[in-house]
Nanobody, 121 residues
Framework: VQLQASGGGLVQAGGSLRLSCAAS????????VGWFRQAPGKEREFVAV????????YYADSVKGRFTISRDNAKNTVYLQMNSLKPEDTAVYYC???????????????WGKGTQVTVSS
């Protein structure tokens, strides 16, 4: 599965962005998909994950209530709606997918190239 993340950019604090993760295969609907981010000088961290059906969603505490993960399996795409952005959200955001039950970063089988999100204060 090839994943392509897009939608990043420069936004002021308090603003919004929507990231998209498009997959190359129709079987994408059988994958759980997660978003992860990595800020300069920091380790990669979990942001959000959604099950193959969309029925289960989990968020990092730092983004809960501000970010929403969703998916449209007909379009082979997963979204991350980011509202009330803060400067500390600045990072490269990556999407990843797995058919397994381990939804942490080490359980993801496929990774896309990242998209840069920069939030100015």
């Amino acid at each position: 599965v090839q994943l392509q993340a897009s939608g990043g950019g420069l936004v002021q604090a308090g603003g919004s962005l929507r990231l998209s993760c498009a997959a190359s295969e129709r079987t994408f609907s059988s994958y759980a998909v997660g978003w992860f981010r990595q800020a300069p000088g920091k380790e990669r961290e979990f942001v959000a994950v959604i099950s193959w059906s969309g029925g289960s969603r989990y968020y990092a505490d730092s983004v809960k209530g501000r970010f929403t993960i969703s998916r449209d399996n007909a379009k082979n795409t997963v979204y991350l709606q980011m509202n009330s952005l803060k400067p500390e959200d600045t990072a490269v955001y990556y999407c990843a997918a797995t058919q397994g039950s381990n939804w942490y970063a080490d359980g993801m089988d496929y990774w896309g190239k990242g998209t840069q999100v920069t939030v100015s204060s």
